[in-house]
């Protein structure tokens, strides 16, 4: 088969370039319909790092932003990575450059560190423990009580984990420029149209909007709970791309995106919707824009990787 001829159609295409490749296409919530639609595997950060260290495909294709694609390259470094959008990064991951962390941690001596996954390989590198928003206060009870931690890169996610463990803990003052967007009077006026409704709300969004969910957590727990929760309505505070997967999986529920503040299409990732189904597919066709993560940076970074994916801090 001659996979350089294009198809009439891009499914068909995709399909048939995969197989050619022996890839895996792994896709986050907040990618666009089609893209989750051509995806082997649909999850959070912290499914997609398990579904990278375990896949036995040659390639993956890492629909999502560059620091998930960066961590499958720590996980697996002899497996070709693509992303279709090199470009498509994170307003998370750009707020918190390795040298400026490294000061931080200098000015803090004594203090462990504990980093969102959505930071770079260097700052990862410089860490203890990672964690993702599905196990962000998991991570934290890893450590002694008597521990002084820093937790970066996310201050609301911090700030969310202090409030659920009751750990002091110092923050980088990082936040998403998706989840901080989100308008606490729009959502409270929603809450009171909608009394029937559940508030389910994703740990990055600000302490005053979280105030008023009813259940908060990473986007497949916020998946999960919709499917489970007897409710019939969700006002979802959380990046809108999720919505697709919530909608075929709860196909009788109603559900409301939670609105921005403003008229804009803000709870959208402009990061994430870099990547389309045509870029993709060049991806695949040409392996192309890949992955690299110089070797030092990436045994470093792999060790609090692992150690998150081991719960446990001895492993590494
Ligand atoms: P999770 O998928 O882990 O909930 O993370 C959300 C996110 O913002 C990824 O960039
Ligand atoms: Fe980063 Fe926020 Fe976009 Fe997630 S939604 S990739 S945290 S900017």
Redesign the pocket.
Known sequence: MDVRIPHADLFEAIADLKKARNAIILA?Y?QEADIQDVADYVGDSLGLSQQAAATDADVIVFA??H??AETAKILSPHKTVVLPDLE??????DACPADRFQAFIDAHPGHKVISYV?CSAAVKALSDVICTSSNAADMVRLFPADQPLIFAP?KNLGAYVQRETGREMVLWPGT????EIFSEKKLVQLKVRHPEAAVIAHP?CEPHVLQHADHIGSTAQLLSFVVNDPRPTFIVV??AGILHQMQKAAPHKLLIPAPPEGNCACNE????RRNTLEKLYLALLNLRPAIEVPEAVRVAALKPLARMLARDLAAA
């Open positions: 986050h907040y999502g932003v620091f998930m498509a990064g994170c307003s998370l991951a959505n996310d998403c420029q998706v989840h990055e959380t990046e990732c402009p990061h994430m």
